[in-house]
């Protein structure tokens, strides 16, 4: 998804802050373990990332 070493640290660092934000708000809403609510914002992320990665290489994309 990032094309350097900084993007790709920023980009870790963002999409962890947002699985905690988004996992503690979800827990609390729907009244679930935050753990496993962390765990499937994580899962979701990556899913989201796989696919973006395989559309932007299927577009023409120059990544390795």
Same mark, same amino acid.
Do not use: E, Q, W
């Given at each position: ?6 993007? #790709? @640290? %920023? #980009? ?7 699985? /905690?934000?988004?996992? @503690? =708000?979800?827990? =609390?809403?729907?009244? %679930?373990?935050?753990?496993?609510? @962390?765990v /499937?914002?994580? @899962?979701? %992320? ?5 696919? =973006? *990665?395989? #559309? *932007?290489? *299927?577009?023409?994309?120059a %990544?390795?």
């Amino acid at each position: 998804v990032a094309r350097g070493f900084r993007a #790709t @640290i %920023l #980009t870790a660092a963002g999409c962890a802050v947002l699985s /905690v934000v988004a996992g @503690i =708000f979800s827990s =609390f809403a729907m009244n %679930l373990p935050a753990g496993g609510a @962390i765990v /499937v914002i994580n @899962i979701v %992320l990556f899913v989201v990332a796989y696919a =973006f *990665r395989k #559309t *932007r290489m *299927r577009g023409g994309g120059a %990544l390795p």
